[in-house]
């Protein structure tokens, strides 16, 4: 008897369907690309029950043929790409023709649309992928899709969902992404009738993020523009001051497309160095334009990987241009938002094969300028489009328009520095250079060039640098003469031949730590004063009272107040003096990023953060006399040889060391 046999449709679809559908910001997502690929100017999305109970997305966009309407449900029916070769020069975020199909598969699907031109537009119904109605209707210019009841015939699924107000912050943050990736369209989120975001569409990544995180976050961001002729990078990356505790605040995009990439994240933390302590990430809106031929997004079904034809083209100038930013002079920091506009970045949407072009060319500018000092400007508002598109320059690239809202923000940060001052010593700049030619990947290596005759060869003298270690196991300071104070911020002590450098911030911190530990202190609540109302962006905001009790469980008092806010009345006692805001959105980024985040871990957090608020700082002035009693309560507690957040508390340096530094032996 045969034991393998064909699935019924039926079986076959609910399949499919899993791959495409796997919760409700799913389906979001695929029917706001589709509005996006419809050329749509403005889309509402409307979620109840965090889009279990029903979604309803409204665009403008140019519709669907009365002809194509029932087609465009049917597996792998698509007007995106019509053969392979489509699949090497797609201009459009969807293109697999498995969406709209896997939609109706698992739910209860209402369709209107209408074409600009049509007399009438057309109703379609589907429940669990049967067709129940379809004919003509008056209905508006565009599309309406309201998809209810999702899963209502997959239980399974439903007992992987988690809460509403969950399965809510996942909708929020994915139309968060989009709204940053399409500055230049109108998104505007509702949901259960609250109004969560409503984008201006004015065509400014700028005032996209401020949608986002809020105007407060502009005066810490950085603008990037760059431009090789092989790829653009437009956008923002930010200062330490809003370094994240996990890298929920990085969005990444290649050609308009949301994408998720650990490269791309990779190599925006190694451009901040050392700038950003361990466990803190950097905020970043990044735009890619690549020319669609040198990447491959057909790699997973829900389009948020793709693969880079040459990655170590892209890589080494990503992290250049990122380190650049971050050294801007304080002189580049002081914005002229006065300054012309020098460059038009223009958006082109391909022709979809069998579907009516929109305005005869489906080609749309997005008047997003990026304002630079010192440059003249360069008159192309008058200029067709397709002056604008070299052989590179098919893919949208935005670019940041300087608005007057963040000037006076901008004037308060940079104030207070000397103008001029290179925030990085110029002597690092050819390490840098030496690391970015390095960065290709380690199977692409190039075959060694074949030396010339004439060409002898010398070697070159092997250069060796000091080496300075982390102390790995307990010192015994009785033994060492304190020398002093470095910096304001190191101790040296040395006993026989050896130094060792002490980091008198992390080591103040750890005994504090220690010490809060051992009193074994309760969870007990501190009231404040005056309630702390704190902003929280959509996300955040969901997954902090998704995770109230866990807050109360540790001292805190936090109730809602008003839209995406909270009012923090009590905060636990081990906490001591601290940013509440910074704790809070900490425990949150933590919450999204891994989900795993105990009490136990909120707890030692808080801890972490008392004893580092209370610890002596970096740049402050003690005397001989505290450093020795520091140390000698070093020796009686034997304190840990690393801070509470990983890093060392002392490095050890030999007189051999310091000999070779100066060449005093070989």
């Not at 979620?47 to 519709?63: A, F, M, P, Q, W």
């Not at 004919?135 to 209810?148: F, K, L, N, R, S």
């Not at 988690?162 to 399409?182: F, L, Q």
């Not at 200029?383 to 098919?394: G, R």
């Amino acid at each position: 008897m045969s034991r393998i046999h064909v699935l019924d449709s039926y079986t076959a679809n609910r399949i499919a369907a899993g791959e495409v559908v796997e919760r409700p910001a799913s389906v979001v997502k695929e029917l706001l690309e589709n509005a996006i690929d419809a050329g749509a100017t403005a889309v509402t999305i409307e979620t109840k029950g965090g889009g279990l109970e029903s979604i309803r997305v409204s665009d403008n966009g140019i519709g669907i043929n009365a002809d194509d309407v029932a087609t465009a449900f049917l597996p792998h029916a698509t007007s995106k790409i019509a053969t392979t070769d489509d699949l090497f020069s797609i201009n459009t975020l969807g293109f697999r023709g498995e969406a709209l199909p896997s939609i109706a598969a698992v739910s209860k699907v209402t369709m209107r649309t209408k074409q600009k031109d049509a007399a009438n537009g057309v109703l379609l119904r589907i429940n669990g992928g049967d067709i129940i109605e379809n004919h003509e209707a008056g209905v508006p210019d565009g599309t309406t899709i309201e998809c209810e009841d999702l899963f209502y015939n997959v239980p399974a699924r439903l007992k992987f969902i988690k809460s509403a107000r969950a399965e809510s912050a996942h909708i929020s943050d994915y139309v968060s992404r989009m709204i940053m990736a399409r500055p230049d369209i109108k998104i505007k989120l509702i949901q259960s009738g609250r109004t969560v975001f409503h984008s201006e569409g004015d065509g400014e990544l700028d005032s996209a993020i401020a949608c986002v995180y809020g105007n407060d976050i502009l005066p810490n961001l950085r603008e990037i523009y760059y431009d090789d002729g092989y790829f653009n990078l437009v956008g923002f990356i930010g200062t330490e001051q809003i370094g994240r505790a996990a890298r929920t605040a990085q969005s990444f995009y290649v050609n308009c497309r949301y994408i998720r990439s650990q490269k791309l994240s990779y190599a925006l933390q190694r451009a901040y160095d050392t700038r950003l302590m361990q466990g803190r990430f950097p905020f970043a809106v990044l735009h890619i334009g690549i020319s669609p031929e040198e990447i491959d997004v057909n790699v997973h079904p829900n389009k948020l990987e793709i693969r880079f034809r040459h990655e170590d083209r892209i890589m080494g100038p990503f992290v250049t241009q990122c380190r650049k930013a971050l050294e801007q002079t304080e002189e580049d920091l002081t914005l002229d938002f006065n300054a012309p506009e020098i460059k038009k970045i223009v958006y082109v949407q391909n022709e979809m094969p069998g579907a009516a072009a929109k305005d005869d060319t489906m080609k749309r500018v997005a008047d997003m300028a990026f304002s630079q000092r010192n440059e003249s400007r360069i008159e192309l508002s008058a200029l067709p489009a397709e002056a604008f598109i070299t052989k590179h320059d098919a893919a949208p690239v935005y670019a940041v328009h300087d608005k007057e809202s963040a000037k006076t923000a901008h004037s308060e940060y940079v104030g207070d520095r000397k103008a001029g001052t290179p925030i990085i010593p110029p002597v690092w700049q050819e390490i840098r250079k030496a690391e970015e030619t390095a960065y290709i990947e380690a199977d692409e290596k190039t075959a060694p060039q074949p030396a010339k005759q004439e060409e002898a060869y010398i070697p070159q003298p092997k250069v060796e640098m000091p080496k300075i270690t982390p102390v790995q196991q307990r010192v015994d300071f009785t033994q060492y003469e304190i020398i002093g104070q470095l910096f304001s911020c190191y101790w040296i002590v040395q006993h026989d031949d050896e130094v060792i450098f002490i980091d008198q911030h992390a080591m103040h911190e750890r005994r504090l730590y220690e010490r809060i530990i051992e009193r074994d202190i309760p969870a007990d609540s501190q009231q404040l004063l005056t309630p702390e109302i704190i902003k929280l962006t959509p996300v955040e905001f969901a997954l902090l009272m998704d995770n109230i009790d866990r807050f109360s469980e540790i001292g805190f008092d936090i109730e809602e107040f008003g839209a995406m806010s909270v009012s923090v009345r009590a905060v636990p006692v081990i906490m001591g003096k601290t940013d509440i805001k910074r704790f809070l959105t900490d425990a949150i980024a933590l919450f999204d990023a891994k989900n795993k985040l105990t009490t136990i871990d909120m707890k030692r957090g808080a801890l972490i953060t008392r004893a580092c608020k209370s610890a002596i700082k970096a740049g402050e002035r003690i005397s001989e006399t505290e450093i020795r009693a520091l140390l000698d309560q070093y020796d009686k507690e034997g304190v840990p040889l690393t801070c509470p957040h990983g890093r060392p508390v002392m490095a050890r340096m030999t007189k051999t060391e310091f000999e070779k530094l100066f060449k005093r032996i070989v």
